[in-house]
């Protein structure tokens, strides 16, 4: 059986260089390259390969903002390909997820794809576990996200964090609010919280993330809860130790 292959990554030479090793092999096929991640997240979606050779660092769209936009359950194999990134490798390392450091050697390569086929054979679910642990520590990695990345049907939507109003859990998505819209993403209120400057975002609920500039005052709603007005009108709910956040930070 051929593995069918997409090869991902915005510089050409990289990818000649991938052609060059896999054309000696008989047991693969390349059936496609892409030099950004939208029209690599197009090509999947069409072309539905075995294997996927993905860049890490690409304008636009990066490759773990690429895999962030995928259901799990859809993703192709996925191999790495990297220049030095002490984050990237870290999300590598910790979760046995398998890479190539550029610049690699073909017996380099040989390898890689030799521990893919073993990994399709056997339709094991353990790689795409890895993989999605890897973006998870990548996004821990990086500090402060300073955007979001959503998919909102065929377009993909580039959130800066300065635009986010507020954010609400929506059973195994959250809802992202902003300037009078609200995307949908997969995923957890707790990742979030970590991932935004604290300086800038507050938890004031279990279900709601909000921005502090957005907040035009809190409200008694009962005799021991609060309701947050932002200026864009929306009341969101908030917690006793929520409130206690706020009033730490605005200093009343």
């Given at each position: 059986?051929?593995?069918?292959?997409?090869?991902?990554?915005?510089?050409?030479l990289a990818r000649n260089v991938l052609r060059n090793y896999l054309k000696e092999r008989?047991?693969?096929?390349?059936?496609?390259?892409?030099?950004?991640?939208?029209?690599?997240?197009?090509?999947?979606?069409?072309?539905?390969?075995?294997?996927?050779?993905?860049?890490?660092?690409?304008?636009?769209?990066?490759?773990?903002?690429?895999?962030?936009?995928?259901?799990?359950?859809?993703?192709?194999?996925?191999?790495?390909?990297?220049?030095?990134?002490?984050?990237?490798?870290?999300a590598f390392e910790q979760n046995a997820v398998d890479y190539l450091l550029k610049p690699?050697?073909?017996?380099?390569?040989?390898?890689?794809?030799?521990?893919?086929?073993?990994?399709?054979?056997?339709?094991?679910?353990?790689?795409?576990?890895?993989?999605?642990?890897?973006?998870?520590?990548?996004?821990?990695?990086?500090?402060?996200?300073?955007?979001?990345?959503?998919?909102?049907?065929?377009?993909?939507?580039?959130?800066?964090?300065?635009?986010?109003?507020?954010?609400?859990?929506?059973?195994?998505?959250?809802?992202?609010?902003?300037?009078?819209?609200?995307?949908?993403?997969?995923?957890?209120?707790?990742?979030?919280?970590?991932?935004?400057?604290?300086?800038?975002?507050?938890?004031?609920?279990?279900?709601?993330?909000?921005?502090?500039?957005?907040?035009?005052?809190?409200?008694?709603?009962?005799?021991?809860?609060?309701?947050?007005?932002?200026?864009?009108?929306?009341?969101?709910?908030?917690?006793?130790?929520?409130?206690?956040?706020?009033?730490?930070?605005?200093?009343?």
């Amino acid at each position: 059986m051929k593995l069918t292959i997409l090869l991902i990554d915005d510089e050409a030479l990289a990818r000649n260089v991938l052609r060059n090793y896999l054309k000696e092999r008989d047991d693969v096929e390349i059936a496609g390259e892409a030099a950004n991640g939208f029209d690599g997240l197009k090509l999947i979606q069409e072309l539905q390969p075995d294997l996927v050779f993905l860049d890490v660092q690409m304008p636009k769209l990066t490759g773990f903002e690429m895999l962030e936009l995928m259901d799990p359950t859809q993703r192709p194999m996925i191999i790495f390909c990297t220049a030095y990134d002490e984050y990237a490798l870290k999300a590598f390392e910790q979760n046995a997820v398998d890479y190539l450091l550029k610049p690699f050697s073909k017996s380099r390569l040989d390898e890689a794809i030799r521990r893919a086929e073993v990994h399709v054979r056997e339709n094991n679910p353990a790689h795409q576990q890895a993989v999605q642990q890897a973006v998870d520590t990548h996004r821990e990695s990086l500090g402060a996200l300073d955007r979001l990345v959503v998919r909102q049907g065929t377009k993909i939507i580039i959130i800066p964090a300065g635009e986010i109003e507020h954010i609400q859990a929506e059973d195994d998505y959250v809802a992202i609010h902003s300037q009078g819209r609200k995307y949908l993403k997969q995923l957890t209120m707790k990742s979030l919280e970590d991932s935004l400057n604290p300086e800038e975002f507050v938890r004031i609920h279990r279900s709601h993330i909000v921005a502090v500039r957005m907040i035009d005052r809190l409200e008694a709603y009962t005799k021991d809860s609060y309701v947050a007005i932002l200026t864009s009108g929306d009341k969101l709910p908030v917690s006793r130790g929520g409130y206690q956040t706020l009033r730490e930070m605005l200093g009343f």
